[in-house]
């Protein structure tokens, strides 16, 4: 009776702590980083400092509830096979740009600053593995447009058009 009583109020803590801390904010502290880059076809590479969206629960989670995003700050969401893939900003309070990358590391499309709290889907036009979010905007400051390379191991650097 008394375990009962102290498991009772050790989950009421542990969820109260998860509530108090925003969940979502919480997993995404945990993310991985990695470094990842890209060039633009008159040659020019910007770098990412790059939370890595692994798991179908941190994809889930995404950039949501994220008040900021610095200008060389990134989500990249990892997929094991291409796919038309889709996004909407429930819950996203701040514009993003969503890129769409093909298996061989091509930019297929960029969905430019996409309104925060919105279930629209923008999606790829193409199969694509891996989805690279940055600050809304950025993407054209950068002169980044499709075709351009996403430079990371888990991409392939085949040399195609």
């Known amino acids: 009776m008394m375990k009962r009583a102290i498991y009772k109020i050790l989950f009421g803590i542990i969820l109260s702590a998860a509530v108090i801390s925003g969940g ?10 990695d470094e990842v880059k890209v060039e633009t076809r008159s040659g020019v590479t910007h770098s990412f400092d790059t939370e890595m969206a692994l798991t179908v629960t941190q994809q889930a989670s995404g950039m949501m509830l994220r008040k900021s995003i610095g200008p060389n700050q990134a989500m990249l969401f990892v997929y094991s096979e291409p796919a038309r893939r889709q996004f909407w ?12 990358i093909r298996e061989d590391g091509r930019i297929v ?51 195609t058009p």
Not at 24 to 33: H, V
């Open 24 to 33: 979502a904010s919480a997993q995404q502290a945990r993310l991985a980083t």
């Open 89 to 100: 900003m429930r819950n996203t309070l701040i514009p993003l740009d969503i890129i769409f």
């Open 109 to 159: 499309n960029i969905i430019r600053s996409a309104a925060p709290q919105t279930d629209d889907p923008r999606k790829s036009r193409g199969p694509a593995i891996g989805v690279l979010e940055i600050a809304g905007g950025r993407a054209k400051e950068l002169g980044i447009r499709p075709g351009d390379r996403i430079i990371h191991p888990l991409y392939s650097q085949k040399d």
